[in-house]
């Protein structure tokens, strides 16, 4: 599976962003897709996670009430829509999709969260 992600950019704090990520597989509906992010000097971590029919949802404690996942199986899409973002935020945002044993990442996608 290919994955492309788009929507990154620069934004103040107190801003909001989304972000997109377009999925190869025409049987995007069986995936289970996540977005992680990595900031500079720190590990990759999860952000959020729906499960292949967008019936379930989780996220991390840092984004829960700020960022919601979403997606849309006829596209092929899934998203991140980030509100009052945080200069914590800011990171490399990497889509993700899993099915089975199958893994895929994205390039990845700047965030920066600046005045």
Known sequence: VQLVE????????GGSLRLSCAASAF???SYAMSWYRQAPGKEREL?????????STN???????????SRDN?????YLQMNSL????TAVYY?????????????GT????SS
């Open 59 to 69: 996220y991390a404690d840092s984004v829960k009430g700020r960022f919601t996942i």
């Open 110 to 113: 700047q965030v920066t969260v």
């Open 95 to 107: 889509c993700h999709s899993t099915r089975g044993l199958s893994v895929s990442w994205g390039q």
């Open 74 to 78: 006829a596209k092929r899409t899934v």
């Open 47 to 55: 952000v959020a996670a729906i499960s292949s029919a967008g019936g």
């Open 27 to 29: 049987t995007f509906s």
């Open 6 to 13: 788009s929507g990154g950019g620069l934004v103040q704090p």
């Open 86 to 89: 945080k200069p914590e935020d």
